[in-house]
């Protein structure tokens, strides 16, 4: 791997654009690692990483989280993605070794896995008593363009979204991910928004560009060079995933006392992997006990 994950975020074309660009192939290769994805599935899951990881990168609190789950009927089954601020995110998919054959245009088929019959819901818990949820119908598959729908339907924000992740034929291997979002203020002549559209082309060989070795930095200053690319902030988006013992214990303890019971009675301890990212985590009949009382006390003040 020859470039490391950054991001950068900014403005173009005299502070009437703003824009959040990603290089995250470790991000992707980590995924693809942990979950042994496919091919097909390292490109979507991938791009939903990268969509989520910039989505993610401004959230104010370490405690606000994005939460993207695309349910689209698809053979890959639902895929999700949970994004921190500063662009930390983990994901997971429910079949993440199906592979499908090349599609018509010879590139992964991830719209044939994701599946189109379905909805993208976006979750944004920001600290606030209730989360903001959002629906829309798919209308690619393809991930990148259903976002641009969804900022578009649900925020009334037009937007121009790229998502591109290139793998090894044979091995799978993430070459590169690399993503951009362009999202014009309201003070943005339609000339301009025109001239955006003209380098949509330009803006999908991205990840090629990153493959081929070139920096994120120099491939947006040469994309963007005639549109007063400006550079506020730049980050480090990372896969990483903050399950802990502590928040296992009290999904156990959710569970009740009955159930409880009944995992202690038949198996005498628990095991559970966390679907992020697949560690494991053993739970002695000794400490389900002790978990099941706090799971007693918690429940009485129910019965009152
Ligand atoms: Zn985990």
């Known amino acids: ?49 990268l969509a989520v990881s910039m989505m993610s990168a401004r959230l104010k609190s370490e405690t606000d989280s ?23 995110v983990k994901g ?20 044939g896995a994701v599946g189109t019959a379905g909805e993208m819901r976006v979750i944004r818990d920001l600290s606030l008593k209730e989360p903001y949820i959002g629906r829309c119908a798919l209308v690619s598959g393809e991930i990148a363009d259903d976002f641009a729908n969804y900022f578009l339907m649900s925020e009334q924000q037009p937007s121009l979204v790229y998502l591109g992740v290139r793998v090894e034929p044979v091995s799978g291997k993430v070459r590169s991910a690399a993503g951009l979002m362009l999202a014009p203020l309201p003070n943005c002549p339609d000339e301009d928004i025109t001239r955006l559209e003209q380098i949509a082309s330009e803006i999908s060989l991205l990840s090629k560009h990153i493959d081929e070795g070139e920096d994120l930095r120099g491939a947006l200053t040469k994309l963007f060079s005639d549109m007063e690319l400006e550079i506020t902030d730049e980050l480090s988006p990372e896969y990483r995933c903050d399950c802990s013992r502590e928040r296992l214990e009290r999904v156990i303890i959710s569970l009740g006392e009955r159930e409880l019971t009944d995992i202690i009675e038949s198996d005498g301890k628990a095991e559970l992997v966390c679907s992020f990212c697949q560690k494991k985590y053993v739970f002695t009949e000794d400490e389900l006990r002790a978990l099941l009382l706090e799971a007693q006390t918690r429940e009485e003040p129910l019965d009152e």
């Open 92 to 111: 997971c998919v429910t079949n993440p070794e199906l592979e499908l054959p090349l599609n018509e245009a010879g590139k992964l088929d991830v719209r």
């Open 1 to 49: 791997m020859n470039n490391k994950d950054v991001m950068f975020g900014g403005l173009l074309l005299n502070k009437t654009v703003k824009f959040m660009a990603i290089s995250g192939t470790e991000m992707v290769e980590t995924a693809r690692e942990l979950h042994s994805l496919s091919r097909v599935c390292t490109a979507a899951l991938g791009r939903l990483l």
């Open 66 to 88: 994005i939460t993207v789950t695309f349910a689209g009927g698809g053979p890959a089954g639902n895929l999700t993605a949970v994004g921190h601020t500063g662009g930390i």
